[in-house]
């Protein structure tokens, strides 16, 4: 039975007209979009690719844990990870990729390895130098004995090289102080405090107390709970003796303890330029390293090789849709019309989404793209089927479509949903390259059913009304196969 809207069959026919002109018109605003977000030279939403697509630097840095306690390294290499991924995406790469891998050989120990792939990044030195900017930050005692010791010693050798070099003779080697052997121990002794537990730095100006000149530029840091109770610790043992902060390796700052400091917070001053002071709280609150880095290979992916595979990717996208669009016209005639409308509309929502969220294609986002057309035509033909039926059994053409959609529906629903949830599970738990096939064939399944529902099903409604035992011209148009 017809659909009881209370409006003649001339306004309902209007009706349907005006959405499915709607319907077209959004589906081309939308292509303008994406086309001129391809053509425009300063795009705002350009295509994002991928490493394997638009080339870029692959890195692998292997970090030095050997002074950490090994149930805590699976840890410090999480927090690793996320420093770098945070220092990257400051310097504008598109969607990089960073990942931590642990390699072990027979006769070797474990070594724990950061991958970092830039896509679009072809400067391996800059990069490198910006992500070598992220301070290793240390704070370690001063051994005040071996310190003078040691200056002393510096002193003394150079008063003798300089006389030395004047009557050309040579200096002592192994010298002594008072009769004992200088120390060639390292001054600075290890706290264990260290930039894993710091949690937020900030720019300050000094008010003139605590040895401090007035608007002296100062950065203020805050530890986290562990770092505060081990700040406090090591103030409290070691009141009066120097806390040498070291930022790369390099003295930044020695205050004296005079106190116990409790609460976590802490002053670093050395002298800073207000922009110097604001550079390092910056590059603190990026997140200061946990442990020490060593960059072991560097590799460039050229754009040429990236040109070439997403060309390939493109060429299979278009065959793979002019096979489908073609095959539905030759079957289903009039409603293979309608589908290539909505297939057309499928694919330019998901170019649209591609540049919207954005999703960075790569060699896999393609594959899932491609294989999603097929699940996009899926549903169109469970829809087309129903409707033959219906038109069959002696429905008019517009309360067959109605009631092919509707009981359609439900088969189109489960399909979807389970190759959704197969899309999640595999963005879940897969690898960065598994994940943007899942991504895009996920989002796929998405468009496709509302495409299906939305576009499909407002386009068939606007054909004309035609019974089954019609014997108009037009008959052959609502048929399929290769029967008229």
């Known amino acids: 039975m017809p659909e009881d809207t209370g409006r003649t069959a001339k306004e309902d026919s209007f009706i349907r007209k005006f959405y499915a002109l709607a319907a077209i018109l959004a589906l081309v605003a939308i292509g303008w979009?994406?086309?001129?977000?391809?053509t425009a030279e300063n795009a705002n939403r350009p295509f994002k690719l991928g490493l394997d697509l638009a080339g870029g630097a692959h890195l692998i840095y292997e970090a030095d844990t050997s002074d950490?306690?090994?149930?805590?390294?699976?840890?410090?290499?999480?927090?690793?990870?996320?420093?770098?991924?945070?220092r990257v995406n400051v310097f504008g790469v598109s969607e990089p990729v960073v990942q931590v891998e642990r390699s072990s050989f027979a006769a070797e120990e474990a070594r724990?390895?950061?991958?970092?792939?830039l896509p679009g990044v072809t400067d391996?030195?800059?990069a490198v130098a910006e992500i070598g900017r992220t301070p290793l930050l240390e704070f370690r005692l001063i051994d005040d004995t071996v310190l003078a010791a040691q200056d002393q010693l510096a002193t003394m050798e150079a008063s003798m090289n300089e006389a030395n070099s004047a009557s050309g003779s040579?200096?002592?080697?192994?010298?002594?102080?008072?009769?004992?052997?200088?120390s060639e121990e390292e001054p600075y002794i290890d706290t264990g405090l260290t930039g894993r537990y710091l949690q937020s730095a900030a720019l300050e100006f000094a008010a003139g107390q605590g040895g401090q000149l007035s608007n002296e530029p100062i950065v203020s840091i805050v530890f986290n709970n562990e770092g505060g109770d081990l700040f406090e610790q090591i103030t409290s043992d070691n009141v009066g003796e120097q806390l040498a902060i070291f930022l790369d390796g390099e003295l930044i700052s020695a205050p004296t303890i005079n106190q116990q400091i409790s609460g976590g917070r802490a002053i670093i001053s050395g002298g800073f330029t207000p922009d110097e002071a604001r550079d390092l709280a910056q590059n603190l609150n990026f997140g200061a390293l946990p442990v020490p880095i060593e960059l072991v290979s560097t590799q460039t992916i050229g754009a040429s090789l990236g040109a070439e595979l997403?060309?390939?990717?493109?060429?299979?996208?278009?065959?793979g849709i002019t096979f489908i669009m073609t095959f539905m016209i030759?079957?289903?005639?009039?409603?293979?019309?309608?589908?290539?409308?909505?297939?057309?509309?499928y694919v330019v929502i998901m170019l649209a989404l591609f540049q919207l969220i954005p999703v960075t294609l790569t060699a896999a986002g393609l594959a899932g793209f491609v294989l999603s057309l097929g699940m996009a035509v899926d549903a169109n033909v469970l829809v087309f089927e129903r409707i033959k039926e219906e038109w069959r059994s002696g429905k008019n053409w517009n309360e067959a479509t109605r009631t092919g959609f509707a009981r359609a529906w439900s088969a189109i629903r489960d399909g979807n949903i389970t190759s959704l949830l197969s899309a999640i599970i595999l963005f879940w738990f897969g690898?960065?390259?598994v994940k943007g096939f899942a991504l895009v064939f996920g989002l796929g399944v998405i468009v496709s059913m509302l495409s299906a529902v939305v576009v499909t099903r407002t386009l068939a409604l606007t054909l004309p009304d035609v019974p089954a035992e019609s014997t108009s011209k037009w008959r052959w148009l609502y048929g399929s196969g290769i029967k008229k």
């Not at 979009?33 to 391809?38: A, D, L, R």
């Not at 950490?68 to 945070?86: A, Q, T, Y």
């Not at 724990?112 to 792939?117: A, K």
Request: aromatic fraction near 6%.
């Open 33 to 38: 979009f994406v086309w001129s977000n391809v």
């Open 68 to 86: 950490v306690d090994p149930e805590e390294v699976p840890e410090l290499m999480g927090v690793l990870r996320s420093v770098i991924e945070r």
């Open 112 to 117: 724990d390895r950061l991958v970092v792939e």
């Open 124 to 126: 391996v030195s800059e």
């Open 170 to 182: 040579v200096s002592i080697q192994n010298a002594t102080l008072d009769g004992e052997p200088v």
């Open 310 to 319: 997403l060309e390939h990717g493109v060429m299979a996208g278009v065959v």
């Open 330 to 345: 030759l079957w289903y005639r009039a409603l293979g019309v309608v589908a290539v409308v909505s297939l057309s509309g």
């Open 431 to 433: 690898t960065s390259i």
